[in-house]
């Protein structure tokens, strides 16, 4: 009887165990295999910013830029982060404070900073930061002005910088121009067929550029494919839905992640659908929504080791794109509020710098959170 009563407990033991391991295991396993993540608090910035550039820099550093405190209160400032340290310091400042500019990191390792907002005006003015002297250089002026325009790096190191606003007002401009890494010198090529400010700009694996989405007069659904070869724009087909301010990831397979962002309702708009780009059939197809609505996110998704893209941004949760399932799954813990035009940089070890933005005022926050892949 002693010994029947034993092995009933060690049964009744040993099987809570292994539930509690399989519980465990599950909660911390995507659809795909892949384990499961979390979201922790980093060392905050010397400076509250949104609208900020976030660049990895190729010794692994990440270049914070610009952004504002508040509406009107820009930046001209710019820090290091270190993922050694954890910590961020003081670099060389701008030759003036912009909101909402491009960056881009050359093949020189240099880092090309376009446009943006000054005041209530747009700027043309381009600088390079060399992180060897940690100092920005003013290297002369775009072909028109620009707020809020893309850059994006071609194969051949010259950089495509699309759209942006031509004024203080909401609609973007069709224009393109290539900025010359070898010369700094930039060049008009064919206009975009539709006007586009807060697009997204990705460049595919064959090095032609999807550009989708944005604000001319009206949210648009339409997409255009730039091609390097001939330095013009087609059109490719149309979204499902129309959007602007929302993010875009390649996939490891060559097709796009289209994400979240808003209709011309803007705050009352925002948007929990996805759908994916095939370069190959020019088409896109609906994918299984974001868990939350979210817009002002980051132009750029990180593609993570295990093939995931992580979505953060306008909503407390972040969440991860499984390719292989199609569907997101949301990372484990939450950042402090629904972040609105913060950095989204994949750092060099696997895990994600998240940082800046504001909550549902204009008020930037100076706090950072670090994704981890588990």
Known sequence: MIRSRFALIILVLFGFIVSFSVLRTHNNVSASGSLASSVRPGAPMLDPRSGHTATLLQDGRVLIAGGMRRNQDFYRSAELYDPATGKFRATGSMSLGRVGPAAALLQSGKVLIVGGYIGHACTDLAELYDPATEKFKVIGKMTTVRGRPSATVLTNGDVLITGGSDRDSPGGVASAELFHAATSQFEVVGSMHSGRIAQTSTRLNDGRVLIAGGRGETVTASAEIYDPATKQFSA???????????????????????????????????????????????????????????????????????????????????????????????????????????????????????????????????????????
């Open 236 to 374: 490719t087909g149309n979204m499902f839905t129309a959007r602007y301010k929302h993010t875009a990831g390649l996939l490891p397979d060559g097709r796009v992640l289209i994400a979240g962002g808003s209709d011309d309702r803007d705050w009352s708009g925002a948007l929990a659908s996805a759908e994916i780009y095939d370069p190959r059939t020019g088409k896109f197809t609906a994918t299984s929504p974001l868990k939350d609505s979210r817009f002002k996110l980051p132009d750029d998704a990180a593609l993570l080791d295990s093939g995931d893209v992580l979505v953060a941004g306008g909503s407390k949760t972040l969440e991860l794109y499984d390719p292989a399932a199609g569907k997101f799954l949301v990372a484990t813990g939450e950042i402090d509020g629904p972040r609105h035009f913060m950095t989204e940089t994949r750092l060099k070890n696997g895990s994600v710098l998240l940082a800046g933005g504001y909550l549902n005022d204009d008020r930037a926050t100076a706090d950072t959170w670090i994704y981890h892949p588990e």
